[in-house]
């Protein structure tokens, strides 16, 4: 299992920073662009500032396509547009077209237009050509599917490489374990790109599987632990949460844990569903440590290594 993508704050939303590429910051955008030396091609992302929404979804996107995409390039034959009905954002579209840029270079640009009520959040994605946007479109999509809007003012900017440590009130004994952490895991957009027909389309097969679900671990100072899961299935609108509360002790690079307490339920999605008690499990014991997990660069956090050896990353919960 990979590690999980870091999250940086721009303006005044969150999104998953793609690994292996270059942020370089604008007043106005942050953009984020690789380059395959070998196959001798680019992938550019762009995020822009969120703006207010004006009357309907097609008019925000001919808005922001004219100030992002039609200022920067030239565009060459027909823009392709459609909807782009994510799960937290169902009102969203995408517009394609085939571009030169300012030095007289093909390339192809994309815009999604996230659309959230009263606002909605531009993502311009730059490749020269078809081979660059299959191969970095999934990278694109993870990005676009990542954003979430703050209701509260805007965040700090964090820096490209941020050096994630422990929680601010971690004690010593537990070697910075004290403290939320967790780890998103969530579907792709469903959309993909048809080398075909050239345009992006509705992914029926991805649009069946549309998740959410976040793993958290909170250790307490005095020694308790509660473990929770919360999953969201969009396509059912349903909500699944299991809680695990208990007793920890920390020994040799490892965490023993003690339940006393477990709960689970399933609701509609969007409600807290109602929760019935269950048997604890027994007593079991995982290994940690904090910091950067062993294969994985940019990934610092909280490392549990699951049942088949491998490592899974944790990140400090938002407060």
Known sequence: MGAQP???SFDVYTYPAPAGYHMREGRDFIEWSRIDQGKRFYCQI???RAQNSTRTAADDIETEWKATVAREFKIRGEAQTRALPL???????VRMAETTDGRGNAAVSTLFVLR??????????????????IACQPEALALVMG?????AAPPALAPSTPAIAAPADA?????????????VIASQAPTR????????????????????????????????YVRELDAENFNRAQRSRVIEKGRYTVSGGAIQFQPSEYREGTGPRGQDPPLTEKKAPAGYAIRYSIGEHPRYQDSAGLQIQESDGSWTTFRPAPR
Not at 116 to 133: D, K, L, Q, S
């Open 6 to 8: 870091a999250l940086q």
């Open 46 to 48: 762009g995020l822009f």
């Open 87 to 93: 799960p937290n954002a169902p009102e969203s579209m």
């Open 116 to 133: 959230t009520p009263g606002r909605y959040i531009g993502v311009m994605f730059n490749v020269p050509n078809e081979e660059a946007m």
């Open 147 to 151: 954003i979430r809007m703050s209701a």
């Open 171 to 183: 004690p010593a004994q537990t070697g910075g374990l004290t403290g939320s952490w967790e780890r």
């Open 193 to 224: 790109y048809n080398p075909i027909t050239r345009v992006w389309e509705h992914d029926y097969a991805g649009a069946l599987n549309q998740f959410r679900n976040v793993y958290r671990w909170r250790f307490l100072a005095n020694g308790d």
